[in-house]
Structure formats: structure tokens, C-alpha cells
T-cell receptor
Framework: TQLLEQSPQFLSIQEGENLTVYCNSS?????LQWYRQEPGEGPVLLVT?????EVKKLKRLTFQFGDARKDSSLHITAAQPGDTGLYLC?????????FGSGTKLNVKP | ETGVTQTPRHLVMGMTNKKSLKCEQH?????MYWYKQSAKKPLELMFV???????ENNSVPSRFSPECPNSSHLFLHLHTLQPEDSALYLC????????????FGAGTRLSVL
């Protein structure tokens, strides 16, 4: 069983569209991170959220940590082909560290 | 540049070979990790080192043998691998062992023939 469930697994959209990907768990996390991984490369850390209800913005990307610290979302505005990649959420439940299975995003020009 | 360097980037080996993967981090972190990433599978944590001591070993077959001679270097020694071991092997480091905000290398793409 996967402690961190990501949805959707795959997403293919046109350039300029908005999208949201989700990371859900039944466990409380002390922090959650989002990574983006491009083919043939390692994941690159985008953001860390630590406070319930926290919202962080990184240019066109908006990250939110749920009030109960069990879930997180990533919203991309006006997606571009350069946003294509595998988006991974990860977090620690005060004991161990887990990665989600990822959302594979393809943004078509 | 993420501060974590892995070599080699690509490796092809036969099932009877012995090879080693190397990872070096220049971030002053105390924890280092080996992950395996296969197609259609989530990242699988293999080993965790904190201050050069192994703190986690997730039921990894003995044909994978890690070594951490100091807090900046991590090796993964490979011997008598199987074709199903073909994958992207990723090294990461973080400030502490809980793994928040991990920084990854680019990985070694391993093919076992």
C-alpha cells in the first residue's frame, strides 16, 4: 500500500491550460515536499510546506498544504511545455520518509 | 547543479560482473540515500546513512552492498545482478535523517544483460 497517493497518475494537456495535481494520505505529515523529475534526471526539489493551511507560490506554481496536514495540492497556471515531467510529492510522518508514485504531466505545444 | 554528483551516468554490466556506483555531495549534509527507480514503479528507498552509519535497509538483496566512508561519499557495490535490477539508481542527501528536502543526483542508468 502507498502511504502517499497521487492523482491523477497521468495528465496530458495543451499549452496554456491550468491543472491541479493532488497528494493525499490518511496520515499526518510534519512536512510535505514537491519534486519535479525530467526524463533521465533526478528529482529536483520545488518546495517544502510545513504549516497546515500553508500556501506557497513559485511563479506559475501554487502549492497548498491541507489544514490537517494530510494532503497537498499543486496548481499550475497557464502550463507550458517546459512544465512537462514527473511530479512527486514526499513527506515524513515524524518517523519515516515516503514518496508518492507521481503524476506524469505532458504539456503539448 | 544540485550539489550531488553521481558516476557513472550509464552502466551496462553482465550478470557476473562486479561494479560500483559512486555518489558525492558538496552540501554539507549529514544523511545520504540510495533509491531505485524502475519504470511504472514509485521510488524505492534502498539504504539510508546518517553520519556514515547505516540507519535503514529496506530488505534489499545482498547483491547490493552500500558503503559510506565519510559523510560526503556513498557507494553502491554491485555483484551478480539480475536483469530485473536494471533501473535508474538515484543518490540523494539531506540535512538530517528524516529526509526533508532531499537533493538528488542525476542518477546512474543501469542495464544488466
Amino acid at each position: 500500500t502507498q502511504l502517499l497517493e497521487q492523482s491523477p497518475q497521468f495528465l496530458s494537456i495543451q499549452e496554456g491550460e491550468n491543472l491541479t495535481v493532488y497528494c493525499n494520505s490518511s496520515s499526518v505529515f510534519s512536512s510535505l515536499q514537491w519534486y519535479r523529475q525530467e526524463p533521465g534526471e533526478g528529482p529536483v526539489l520545488l518546495v517544502t510546506v510545513v504549516t497546515g493551511g500553508e500556501v506557497k507560490k513559485l511563479k506559475r506554481l501554487t502549492f497548498q498544504f491541507g489544514d490537517a496536514r494530510k494532503d497537498s495540492s499543486l496548481h499550475i497556471t497557464a502550463a507550458q511545455p517546459g512544465d512537462t515531467g514527473l511530479y512527486l510529492c514526499a513527506g515524513d510522518d515524524f518517523n519515516k520518509f515516503y514518496f508518492g508514485s507521481g503524476t506524469k504531466l505532458n504539456v503539448k505545444p | 547543479e544540485t550539489g550531488v554528483t553521481q558516476t557513472p551516468r550509464h552502466l551496462v554490466m553482465g550478470m557476473t560482473n562486479k561494479k560500483s556506483l559512486k555518489c558525492e555531495q558538496h552540501l554539507g549534509h549529514n544523511a545520504m540515500y540510495w533509491y531505485k527507480q524502475s519504470a511504472k514503479k514509485p521510488l524505492e528507498l534502498m539504504f539510508v546513512y546518517s553520519l556514515e552509519e547505516r540507519v535503514e535497509n529496506n530488505s534489499v538483496p545482498s547483491r547490493f552492498s552500500p558503503e559510506c566512508p565519510n559523510s560526503s561519499h556513498l557507494f553502491l557495490h554491485l555483484h551478480t545482478l539480475q536483469p530485473e535490477d536494471s533501473a535508474l539508481y538515484l543518490c540523494a542527501s539531506s540535512q538530517d535523517v528524516l529526509g526533508r528536502s532531499q537533493y538528488f543526483g542525476a542518477g546512474t542508468r543501469l542495464s544488466v544483460l
